[in-house]
């Protein structure tokens, strides 16, 4: 059984959802391969005390990729489950929101 503190794993913070927090109200998690949609939501909910419109969820696939010392080698990023989390109008996350 898991807890809501087992669902999200980690944000993602990139150039694409810096632009999705400031302009679409939505924010990016990595979070667990067992979880759904629900718990997804509750979880947010629960843990930033934010309410949530929706949860958008994809599974994004491993990548291959080189070393930077030996070309022939070859590394193996595994994959994981993304979750864009659109917060409803005027809900705003403080982790999220940069220096002020």
């Known amino acids: 059984m898991t807890t809501v ?3 999200l794993r980690r944000p993602l913070i ?5 632009y999705q927090n400031s302009k679409l109200n939505q924010v990016a998690f ?16 629960l843990l930033f005390n934010v309410k949530v419109e929706r ?3 994809m599974n994004m696939p491993a990548k291959r990729a080189r070393s930077a010392q030996n070309r022939r080698m070859r590394l193996r990023r ?7 989390v659109t917060l409803m109008p005027g809900e705003t996350m403080e982790l999220f929101e940069g220096v002020k």
């Not at 990139?14 to 810096?18: D, H, P, R």
């Not at 990595?30 to 909910?45: F, G, P, Q, T």
């Open 5 to 7: 503190y087992d669902v």
């Open 14 to 18: 990139t150039e694409k959802s810096s």
């Open 30 to 45: 990595e979070v667990s391969v067992d979880s759904n949609k629900a718990m997804i939501k509750d979880a947010v909910e």
């Open 55 to 57: 949860v958008n969820v």
């Open 78 to 84: 595994s994959s994981y489950r993304k979750a864009i």
